[in-house]
């Protein structure tokens, strides 16, 4: 049983890998990135997730490697706390309780039993950065309460914060100043850019700041696309500054190489520029890498460098300038329009992607699987061009057919609206395109939805829209008098007194189709198409409808834009019960008979699950969210939880998840969750052992243990078959060079003959001669009958004192006789 404390809101797959720099390990063999709740650690050469750390409480803000050893982790969280972890094998050593909000970690050789933090103390925009001192204790969990002023007023971005010249100052930007730290003199100097409005200073700000690892330079990026180099900063009248210009935006992120040699920048043009000596004209491009690079960061060997990039992944680089890996998480489009949906082959949850793509995102391994271009049209980033938009999405036919919506609009009159049908091609495991309609319905489309009924052969998608009418469209083999080729065609449009068309839904079992349109509902038999009944509450505008499943399918909800929640029984064609709530996504499980409803409050969201039977909630959870929940979705888990009390049982056969405002994809976790939210395998790595192929197999390279269940298995079998690896023809197939082999139908007589049992084929001895044998049979015939008379011997257990004997029965010599005398010479024509 599940205490009520246990169940919490956690970040869960798909949490942003770019919120903050990337770390590489010491030997760049893994990288590790902030996600959510949680740090991930990469295999810089397979992509794959080695292991995640769990253990904070809130938003993990910053990770640093331990200094003084490369095999250990430093992380922060607005937990409050800094915890060292062991990365290799994925195991918290000490968590220090600071009991502030930490936004970002940074650590120093220098500093031994220390760490920098930034923190707010008093007001929330003003932050400093301080040194905390880390106590050595045995004891796991430790309070780390001594602070050390470093500098204030600074910017809470860690990129606006860097040191330099091995730790002997540090440098912070924020706005027009730049401010450096000098540890040894403790002393703080203070630089202003021009703030003034004219054109020529309008964008002086600075953006963010990288010190050289060796020498006394500070590099500057600047929100105008320039990039500044100080140097005698030491002196406020002396100092002097060089300019870098490429960009024709702000500046992103830097980062010097490991040497010094090299200044890596980046920003919106999704370009990594390398500039070589930091001079004007020797630098070196990596163009194309799909979105703005937020953040850059350099491995400690100097041989890897990597970006994050707005569209939420991470690109590994060589020192050449060419990508080896890209490690892709859930991408965050501006607007999710389509809403939460789960891929019933792939259980992967579908949305929004890249500007024209829907994305499918494996929970499980919380990791992108493909996206799918459904505009087809070249993207134009341009901030005044009104693009293309994929609007509505819906799979049917499970996961057979998927149905999507585009649009775009200049002006109210100017409307163009497209909607592709798309059928699931098992020989490319992709969704092909089927069908294209041009102006489905002469305004915006509402809501889409197939009919999943099983019973229901011929797929059928009912579209609803503003312009008053549904359509119901049918899929049509006559494409051509072969009835090969099949097409989509709208077989049935109906209406109800020109009002708007909001929602709709099919019943579970297909008979009944419910369309809203504005305040009335209106029920539908989907054989027929007949208005069967309409429900009328004048309680506001439809916004949410749909029907109970398994015991409760003959119940139909729906909530309302005025706050009221209404439940109607089909049966009695009456309101069941009504509600006031606010409600904001309404979700069914399609595992039970369960429906999560979120509701938005003024403190913030609210969640209530419930049966359409009694309006009595089974569970309540206050303030799951300060911000607006936009969307839901109930993903079916491939392994129940076995929750015994009635609040939790609703987590048994599925997982709730909802995305905030702010895209923030979340989900309920108990106290032993993360470990089921992370994949399956949290460790992957390289064996020496050869896959199994079959090569493998045929050389007879089996492991111990399989090699002691053939042979328990041989004890009753007739004939020991020698092992391929004996084989001649085997061996010379194999081992001889490919273009010295003679052609295949050469071969093929000699290569199967080998196969084939020998005549000569013995144990270690033969059967006793006292054997009974047939009557009639003369001597040479029983010499041959002895050849196939065998006895088997265990030759892994030698220390049985005697063998064991296996006499065969004479019907089972019979039948042997008769194979001897099966001729095999058709074999060599081959």
Same mark, same amino acid.
């Given at each position: 049983?599940?205490?009520?404390?246990?169940?919490?809101?956690?970040?869960?797959?798909?949490?942003?890998?770019?919120?903050?720099?990337?770390?590489?390990?010491?030997?760049?063999?893994?990288?590790?990135? &902030?996600?959510?709740?949680?740090?991930?650690?990469? +295999?810089?050469?397979?992509?794959?997730?080695?292991?995640?750390?769990?253990?904070?409480?809130?938003?993990?803000?910053?990770?640093?490697?331990?200094?003084?050893?490369?095999?250990?982790?430093?992380?922060?969280?607005?937990?409050?706390?800094?915890?060292?972890w062991?990365?290799?094998d994925? =195991?918290?050593?000490? #968590?220090?309780?600071?009991?502030?909000?930490?936004?970002?970690l940074? #650590?120093?050789?220098?500093?031994?039993d220390?760490?920098?933090?930034?923190?707010?103390?008093?007001?929330?925009?003003?932050?400093?950065?301080?040194?905390?001192?880390?106590?050595?204790?045995?004891?796991?969990?430790?309070?780390?309460?001594?602070?050390?002023?470093v500098?204030?007023?600074?910017?809470?971005?860690?990129?606006?914060?860097? $040191?330099?010249?091995?730790?002997?100052?540090?440098?912070? &930007?924020?706005?027009?100043?730049?401010?450096?730290?000098?540890?040894?003199?403790?002393t703080?100097?203070?630089?202003?850019?021009s703030?003034?409005?004219?054109?020529?200073?309008a964008?002086?700000? $600075?953006?963010?700041v990288?010190?050289?690892?060796?020498?006394?330079?500070? *590099?500057?990026?600047?929100?105008?696309?320039?990039?500044?180099?100080?140097?005698?900063?030491?002196?406020?009248?002396?100092?002097?500054y060089?300019?870098? @210009?490429?960009?024709?935006?702000?500046?992103?992120?830097?980062?010097?190489?490991?040497?010094?040699?090299?200044?890596?920048?980046?920003?919106?043009?999704s370009?990594?520029?390398e500039?070589?000596?930091?001079?004007?004209?020797?630098?070196?491009?990596?163009?194309?890498?799909?979105? #703005?690079?937020?953040?850059?960061?350099?491995?400690?060997?100097g041989?890897?460098?990597?970006?994050?990039?707005?569209?939420?992944?991470?690109i590994?680089?060589?020192?050449?300038?060419?990508?080896?890996? &890209?490690?892709?998480?859930?991408?965050?489009d501006?607007?999710?329009?389509?809403?939460?949906?789960?891929?019933?082959?792939?259980?992967?949850?579908?949305?929004?992607?890249?500007?024209?793509?829907?994305?499918?995102?494996?929970?499980?391994?919380?990791?992108?699987l493909?996206?799918?271009?459904?505009?087809?049209q070249?993207?134009?980033?341009?901030?005044?061009?009104?693009q293309?938009?994929?609007? !509505?999405?819906?799979?049917?036919?499970?996961?057979?057919?998927?149905a /999507?919506?585009?649009?775009?609009?200049?002006?109210?009159?100017e409307?163009?609206?497209?909607?592709?049908?798309?059928?699931?091609?098992?020989?490319?495991?992709?969704?092909?395109?089927?069908?294209?309609?041009?102006?489905?319905?002469?305004?915006?489309?509402?809501?889409?939805?197939?009919?999943?009924?099983?019973?229901?052969?011929?797929?059928?998608?009912?579209?609803?829209?503003?312009?008053g009418?549904?359509?119901?469209?049918?899929?049509t083999?006559?494409?051509? =008098?072969?009835?090969?080729?099949?097409?989509?065609?709208?077989?049935?449009?109906? +209406?109800?007194?020109?009002?708007?068309?909001?929602?709709?839904?099919?019943?579970?079992?297909?008979?009944?189709?419910?369309?809203?349109?504005?305040?009335?509902?209106t029920?539908?038999?989907?054989?027929?198409?007949?208005l069967?009944?309409t429900?009328?509450?004048?309680a506001?505008?439809?916004?949410?409808l749909?029907?109970?499943r398994?015991?409760?399918?003959?119940?139909?909800?729906?909530?309302?834009?005025?706050?009221?929640?209404?439940?109607?029984?089909?049966?009695?064609?009456?309101?069941?019960?009504?509600?006031?709530?606010?409600?904001?996504?309404?979700?069914?499980?399609?595992?039970?008979?369960?429906?999560a409803?979120?509701?938005?409050?003024?403190?913030?969201?609210?969640?209530? &699950?419930?049966?359409?039977?009694?309006?009595?909630?089974?569970?309540?959870?206050?303030?799951?969210?300060?911000?607006e929940?936009?969307?839901?979705?109930?993903?079916?888990?491939?392994?129940?939880?076995?929750? #015994?009390?009635?609040?939790?049982?609703?987590?048994?056969?599925?997982?709730?998840? $909802?995305?905030?405002?702010?895209?923030?994809?979340?989900?309920?976790?108990? !106290?032993?969750?993360?470990?089921?939210?992370?994949?399956?395998?949290?460790?992957?790595?390289?064996?020496?052992?050869?896959?199994?192929?079959?090569?493998?197999?045929?050389?007879?390279?089996?492991?111990?243990?399989?090699?002691?269940?053939?042979?328990?298995?041989?004890?009753?079998?007739?004939?020991q078959?020698?092992?391929?690896?004996?084989?001649? *023809?085997?061996?010379?197939?194999?081992?001889?060079?490919?273009?010295?082999?003679?052609?295949? +139908?050469?071969?093929?007589?000699? $290569?199967?003959?080998?196969?084939?049992?020998?005549?000569?084929?013995?144990?270690?001895?033969?059967?006793?001669?006292?054997?009974?044998?047939?009557?009639?049979?003369?001597?040479?015939?029983?010499?041959?009958?002895?050849?196939?008379?065998?006895?088997?011997?265990? /030759?892994?257990?030698?220390?049985?004192?005697?063998?064991l004997? @296996?006499?065969?029965?004479?019907?089972?010599?019979?039948?042997l006789? !008769?194979?001897?005398?099966?001729?095999?010479?058709?074999?060599?024509?081959?």
């Amino acid at each position: 049983m599940v205490e009520e404390e246990s169940v919490r809101v956690v970040r869960c797959g798909g949490s942003e890998l770019n919120f903050r720099r990337a770390v590489f390990s010491a030997d760049s063999k893994y990288i590790f990135c &902030v996600s959510g709740d949680f740090v991930k650690v990469h +295999s810089t050469a397979t992509e794959e997730c080695v292991h995640i750390l769990q253990g904070h409480r809130n938003l993990v803000t910053g990770i640093q490697l331990n200094p003084n050893n490369h095999l250990q982790l430093y992380s922060c969280s607005f937990d409050g706390t800094v915890k060292l972890w062991d990365y290799v094998d994925g =195991i918290l050593i000490k #968590t220090f309780v600071v009991g502030l909000k930490l936004h970002a970690l940074f #650590t120093l050789p220098s500093a031994e039993d220390s760490v920098f933090v930034i923190i707010n103390k008093e007001k929330p925009d003003v932050f400093q950065l301080v040194s905390v001192k880390l106590p050595k204790s045995s004891s796991q969990e430790i309070e780390a309460k001594e602070l050390s002023f470093v500098l204030d007023y600074i910017n809470q971005s860690p990129k606006c914060i860097a $040191f330099g010249n091995e730790g002997e100052y540090v440098a912070a &930007v924020r706005d027009f100043y730049l401010s450096v730290y000098f540890f040894k003199k403790k002393t703080t100097s203070r630089f202003t850019l021009s703030s003034s409005r004219n054109k020529k200073h309008a964008k002086n700000n $600075f953006t963010c700041v990288a010190c050289h690892p060796k020498e006394d330079c500070i *590099a500057t990026g600047h929100k105008d696309g320039k990039i500044r180099l100080w140097r005698n900063f030491d002196d406020d009248k002396k100092y002097t500054y060089t300019c870098l @210009h490429w960009h024709h935006d702000m500046v992103m992120d830097l980062a010097f190489s490991v040497t010094g040699t090299s200044l890596l920048s980046g920003g919106r043009e999704s370009v990594l520029v390398e500039w070589r000596d930091a001079t004007e004209k020797n630098k070196e491009f990596l163009p194309r890498l799909g979105a #703005t690079i937020e953040h850059i960061s350099v491995s400690p060997a100097g041989d890897l460098f990597c970006t994050s990039h707005s569209d939420n992944k991470i690109i590994v680089i060589h020192r050449n300038l060419e990508a080896s890996a &890209v490690i892709q998480g859930l991408v965050k489009d501006s607007n999710i329009f389509t809403g939460l949906m789960v891929d019933p082959r792939t259980k992967a949850l579908v949305l929004n992607g890249k500007p024209g793509h829907l994305q499918f995102y494996s929970l499980q391994h919380d990791k992108q699987l493909y996206n799918l271009d459904i505009i087809q049209q070249e993207y134009i980033n341009d901030y005044g061009l009104i693009q293309i938009e994929l609007t !509505k999405a819906a799979f049917g036919c499970y996961g057979n057919w998927l149905a /999507t919506v585009e649009q775009r609009q200049e002006k109210e009159t100017e409307l163009e609206l497209q909607m592709k049908l798309w059928m699931y091609n098992k020989k490319t495991q992709g969704f092909v395109l089927n069908t294209k309609v041009n102006m489905p319905h002469e305004d915006h489309i509402t809501a889409l939805c197939f009919c999943n009924a099983e019973k229901f052969e011929n797929p059928t998608l009912v579209t609803s829209s503003k312009d008053g009418h549904f359509k119901v469209w049918i899929l049509t083999d006559d494409s051509d =008098i072969y009835k090969k080729a099949v097409g989509w065609t709208c077989d049935f449009v109906g +209406s109800y007194h020109k009002y708007q068309a909001t929602n709709c839904c099919f019943s579970e079992d297909g008979s009944l189709l419910a369309v809203s349109f504005e305040e009335i509902v209106t029920i539908w038999d989907s054989e027929t198409w007949e208005l069967k009944c309409t429900f009328c509450q004048r309680a506001g505008k439809i916004r949410h409808l749909c029907f109970g499943r398994l015991t409760c399918s003959k119940y139909l909800l729906g909530a309302t834009e005025n706050g009221i929640l209404c439940c109607w029984n089909l049966l009695s064609c009456a309101l069941e019960w009504s509600a006031k709530l606010n409600v904001r996504v309404m979700e069914p499980d399609p595992n039970s008979e369960n429906i999560a409803a979120i509701s938005r409050s003024s403190v913030g969201s609210d969640l209530f &699950v419930f049966k359409p039977s009694e309006p009595r909630p089974l569970y309540i959870q206050k303030n799951i969210s300060r911000e607006e929940v936009q969307w839901g979705v109930f993903v079916p888990r491939d392994v129940p939880e076995s929750f #015994t009390s009635e609040a939790y049982q609703w987590l048994n056969r599925s997982q709730f998840y $909802f995305l905030t405002k702010s895209q923030s994809l979340l989900t309920f976790s108990t !106290k032993s969750p993360e470990e089921k939210l992370t994949p399956t395998s949290k460790q992957l790595l390289a064996e020496e052992s050869l896959p199994t192929t079959p090569f493998y197999f045929i050389l007879g390279k089996h492991r111990e243990q399989q090699d002691e269940k053939i042979n328990e298995a041989f004890e009753s079998e007739l004939v020991q078959l020698p092992l391929t690896e004996n084989i001649p *023809a085997i061996s010379e197939l194999l081992h001889t060079p490919a273009h010295v082999l003679p052609s295949a +139908s050469f071969l093929c007589s000699k $290569f199967v003959s080998s196969l084939l049992l020998s005549k000569e084929t013995k144990s270690g001895e033969e059967i006793p001669e006292d054997v009974d044998m047939e009557e009639g049979k003369e001597s040479d015939d029983s010499d041959e009958e002895n050849d196939f008379t065998e006895k088997i011997q265990d /030759t892994n257990n030698t220390d049985l004192g005697e063998d064991l004997l @296996h006499q065969l029965s004479k019907s089972e010599e019979k039948e042997l006789r !008769k194979f001897r005398k099966v001729d095999y010479s058709w074999i060599t024509v081959l």
